[in-house]
């Protein structure tokens, strides 16, 4: 297996670097370990680093002046600060020094960043931001209890065209990342019907209906969507960001409802120490942002936004899901999709 | 209180046409009651009713010799069936025979007959078609559990223009009918900076913001919805039908997960015995749709659609809230702040 190597943004996440260079410290230490560059602050993760243990051989740092923060406007940051972390981590990428990145940044950020450095794969017109989401029934031999959805905000107003190379992109990433082998893709609609949605879904359809792609079942609706009954749901990034936003939303309600119960009655409180270890579940399952990172497909190298509140481990699932990607070249399997769909 | 006539269109439901003549008989009886006019197969509504108490002088039958059923496409069958019971129901409005219109009928058949035979309203370009839906916070001083939503299925592609519309119309609603003097209203987005979204909610944002036609409280997140942040969200047809569904969907998914952990464990069945109340109280919750109508907004005349499984308590409260919103003089309320941003 050759030698990889993985551009880390370590700045900008909810808790600072800790939790980057903790992570590819860790990471550093096992055979499987692709080379990291941790891209920041120089004398910071210098610091950092050296409270833990490491494989000095595998770790690098770029110093970055600057990064942006949750709270800056992605465009403005990029104007007003040239050298931050997440547009050097890029332009690794561009210079072919690294083979993928792994950003906990303003999300933002990153989507710029890969768009202005990175580039797009030929054939893709339009990047989008993939996010795993946990539904009632499980994905594929491995019962992956995750669906992917995709776009969830990288693409506001996603065309025709946009919605077949998203489909092609989530098939491709749920094949190789998930190890699904046929992944079920659905349109996401406002009815089943073929004929049902914008002119740009019913087209979509249609060329997903012909030209067999992927594995194609037609539009959903959102009954369909917490259920699961697709392992990719396809859609623009307005309704896919309102949609994920939803989730957490609901995720959060659950959890505060379980809360007010707790308080309320004896009864009820029994009822929900008898449950504690199925609540447990239920708030592991609700945390589930914690755990993959979301990948930006379409571009010529991978690219992956773990959750601003990511925890070490959250980080390092994000750098092993990068490589696994470079390593199963997910890009040349998209390449592969896209061309099927240009000759048919 | 001068007399009203509410049209029912008794046809169509899940049920049959049972229900509604239960419920139409049952509010005969009451003094506050409107006259009544049920639409339907005259022989079948005339065996009915004389299965159950009513006051004879209240209720009139309107024969109709066919209905729009869920299965059939709308637009085919009101070229197929030119009699139908919601295509003469719509009519009796069109012809001030009735003063609103109540159906639990195919969703698309209720907007079609209501957009070519009841009509808009002056200076409503496009019908929208509200749902009620349960959230963590209550609103208004009567703490009502459910906030409002609109467009969920009438107007697929909204501008700006038709957005600003469904603003003042769900905020006339809520004031009148939930009776929530001030209700908070909200753009649903894919963040909460007015530069946020389409052009059109961005321009929606601009005139609702300087008009202050309503309670604008600016842009809000899916993660909105669930909680209740606003008592009034507006947004496109599309989005709102997937929204809508979503939530039915996450209603299915709790109570299939209950389901489950009920077979799975002791502790937990022990547990959930403990919650039963609690359980209880989310099925009502998560039945919600069985508690109201969904008002047609934009309509010269009050329409209301009911949910197809309507019991006969459902459409009995449909047939009230008809009625309430004729009385409270609705669509008067909608001209006012249609003038107030025509004239800003």
């Not at 008898?274 to 190298?301: C, N, V």
């Amino acid at each position: 297996m050759s030698q990889l190597t993985i551009a880390v943004d370590a700045m900008g996440a909810d808790a600072g670097p800790g939790p980057a260079v903790r992570a590819a410290a860790a990471l550093s230490r096992s055979d499987q370990s692709p080379n990291l560059i941790l891209v920041g602050r120089g004398e910071e993760l210098k610091a950092l680093l050296a409270e833990v243990e490491h494989d000095a051989a595998k770790i690098e740092l770029h110093h970055a002046p600057d990064y942006i923060s949750m709270q800056d406007k992605p465009a403005e940051a990029f104007e007003a600060k040239p050298e931050t972390s997440i547009a050097l981590a890029a332009k690794l990428l561009a210079a072919d020094r690294a083979d993928a990145l792994v950003s906990a940044g303003n999300t933002g950020g990153v989507l710029l960043a890969g768009a202005r450095h990175v580039g797009r794969l030929e054939g893709v017109k339009r990047a989008a931001l993939a996010a795993v989401y946990p539904t009632e029934r499980p994905h594929g031999d491995k019962r992956d209890p995750f669906a992917l959805m995709l776009d969830v905000g990288a693409t506001v107003d996603a065309g025709a065209e946009e919605l077949v190379t998203f489909a092609i992109m989530g098939s491709a990433y749920a094949s190789l990342i998930s190890e699904n082998p046929s992944p079920k893709v659905a349109l996401l609609s406002n009815g089943a019907e073929p004929y049902k949605g914008s002119a740009a879904i019913i087209e979509a359809h249609r060329v997903l209906r012909e030209s067999g792609v992927v594995n194609f079942i037609g539009n959903l609706e959102g009954v369909d969507i917490p259920k699961g009954t697709a392992d990719v749901i396809v859609t623009g990034g307005f309704v896919g960001n309102v949609v994920l936003k939803m989730l957490e939303g609901v995720s959060e309600t659950v959890r505060d409802l379980a809360r007010y119960a707790y308080r309320r009655r004896l009864a009820w409180k029994l009822g929900l120490w008898m449950l504690a270890s199925g609540i447990r579940r239920l708030k592991e399952f609700t945390d589930w942002q914690q755990y993959g990172g979301a990948p930006i497909l379409g571009l010529s190298k991978v690219c992956i936004k773990a959750h601003g509140r990511s925890s070490e481990r959250a980080i390092g699932n994000a750098i092993k899901v990068a490589t696994k990607a470079v390593r199963s070249d997910l890009n040349g399997a998209i390449r592969e999709g896209l061309n099927v769909v240009k000759q048919g």
